[in-house]
């Protein structure tokens, strides 16, 4: 007997019951809900599990809050970390930090884009995965990604920058959220 070709998860929107392709949301393809027509792809159901199940919210609280308090800046002189404050300053980079660390938690990755302003001065900008159609390409052993917001907003694979954590067997540099290891369990 072959496995189901397809999961039963809820629009985090609306909560109604849908049958996904097991491939769709592994994959970060985004699914539409067919009663409130909005998109949603895996990270969207991450979010939801962070937003409203209160044990995974602590639990990613938790861990990205001690990963924030041993943070701190190192540079091998005063005028490079001088550099390195003024970076963060400008690009409110403390709070793009905890982000990273949260995103990386909650959806096992994190995605930033950088771009020169009109003064040159490299300005990173937040990309939330559960906005996000995320599409995957390989080059070599190079793993290119393709970001498109639902809104239709693209971003360019040479302005993006990501950090992850975990495994993820199908595509490693993505990694894996820890809700990942109890997402079967949570959409019974």
């Known amino acids: 007997?072959?496995?189901?070709?397809?999961?039963?998860v809820c629009c985090p929107y609306c909560t109604a019951k849908l049958d996904v392709s097991k491939n769709t949301l592994p994959e970060y393809v985004s699914t539409r809900c067919p009663h409130c027509k909005k998109q949603?792809?895996?990270f969207t159901l991450y979010r939801w599990l962070y937003e409203q199940i209160p044990l995974a919210k602590i639990i990613a609280?938790?861990?990205?809050?001690?990963?924030?308090?041993?943070?701190?800046?190192?540079?091998?002189n005063e005028e490079e970390?001088?550099?390195?404050?003024?970076?963060?300053?400008?690009?409110?980079?403390?709070?793009?930090?905890?982000?990273?660390?949260?995103?990386?938690?909650?959806y096992g990755i994190s995605f930033l884009e950088?771009?020169?302003?009109?003064?040159?001065?490299?300005?990173?900008?937040y990309i939330n995965p559960a906005d996000t159609n995320v599409r995957i390409s390989r080059q070599h052993f190079d793993i290119i990604f393709s970001l498109e917001t639902y809104d239709n907003i693209e971003?360019?694979?040479?302005?993006?920058?990501?950090?992850?954590?975990g495994i993820n067997l199908?595509?490693?540099?993505?990694?894996?959220?820890?809700?990942?290891?109890?997402?079967?369990?949570?959409?019974?």
């Open 1 to 8: 007997m072959s496995p189901p070709s397809s999961t039963t």
């Open 40 to 42: 949603f792809n895996v």
């Open 61 to 76: 609280d938790r861990d990205a809050d001690t990963l924030f308090k041993h943070f701190r800046i190192e540079a091998s």
């Open 81 to 106: 970390k001088e550099a390195i404050i003024n970076f963060f300053n400008m690009n409110d980079f403390k709070n793009i930090f905890k982000r990273i660390v949260l995103d990386c938690i909650i």
């Open 114 to 125: 950088w771009k020169k302003d009109e003064n040159n001065n490299i300005r990173v900008l």
């Open 155 to 165: 971003f360019s694979s040479e302005n993006i920058i990501h950090f992850s954590l």
């Open 170 to 188: 199908t595509y490693p540099d993505l990694g894996s959220s820890i809700y990942g290891y109890w997402f079967h369990k949570w959409y019974r």
